[in-house]
């Protein structure tokens, strides 16, 4: 059995190793992200998790863990914005209200997938101009569902959230640990 990372996520890396969680291989997978018309952030979010783990190539008794974080404004999902114009715009909406940010994580052996969803809500204060200007300036937004990192230097514009941490960050360690176990991988030692 090995273990596939199929995420190009540095973050979900980190999150892994947190729990003593080292891939044997990293896969990113290659998918169209693009949302179906009218689709909802949760159901999104959770197909583009499974179309994930479906789009990586491994074997049978490998164990294959992927996921994906989106930031929802009501009905609206908000994704990695394309440039610094868009990532601005994101603040903007984002501003002063509250949102939810999902994440859906799906981890395959041979045939069988088993997938969770997390929903967080988090509240990010009224930012004023010198805040925007100055994050935009960080480039810390790259990357990053919703254009913002709660993480790094955006960590200063969020007050609350209600919800998992490391699941805006973009892997929800709990449920995360749950669905390698499901799987047979040998967390605690083969213990749990
Ligand atoms: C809201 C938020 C998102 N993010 C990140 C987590 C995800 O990496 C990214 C959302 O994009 P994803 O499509 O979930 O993941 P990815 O493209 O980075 O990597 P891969 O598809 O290969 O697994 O946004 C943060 O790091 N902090 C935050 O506070």
Redesign the pocket.
């Known amino acids: 059995m090995k273990f596939i990372l199929g ?3 540095p ?2 890396l980190e999150l892994l190793a947190q729990i003593g969680v080292r891939p044997d291989d990293v896969r ?1 997978p290659d998918i169209d ?1 693009t949302p179906r018309k009218a689709e909802l952030p949760r159901p999104y979010c959770a197909r583009i998790a499974r179309e ?1 783990v479906a789009a990586v190539e491994a074997g049978d008794d490998d164990i294959v863990l ?4 989106t ?1 929802a404004l009501g009905r609206r999902i908000l994704g ?1 914005p394309a440039d610094r114009a868009e990532a601005e715009d994101f603040l903007r909406r984002l501003s002063g209200r509250r949102h939810r ?1 999902v994440t859906a994580v799906a981890v395959r052996r041979g045939a069988r997938v088993w997938e969770r969803d997390v929903q967080s809500s988090v509240k990010m204060k009224v930012l004023s101009e010198p805040e925007i200007a100055s994050y935009l300036d960080s480039g810390d937004w790259q ?4 254009g ?4 790094g230097p955006a960590g200063a514009f969020i007050p609350w959230i209600s919800g998992s941490f490391t699941a ?3 892997l929800p360690l709990a449920e995360t640990a749950n669905l390698l176990v499901a799987a047979g991988y040998p967390l605690y030692g083969g213990r749990a």
């Open positions: 995420s190009a996520s973050r979900r990113p992200e994930k992927c996921a994906d974080t930031v990695k940010v990357g990053k569902a919703g913002y990192g709660i993480q805006i960050v973009g």
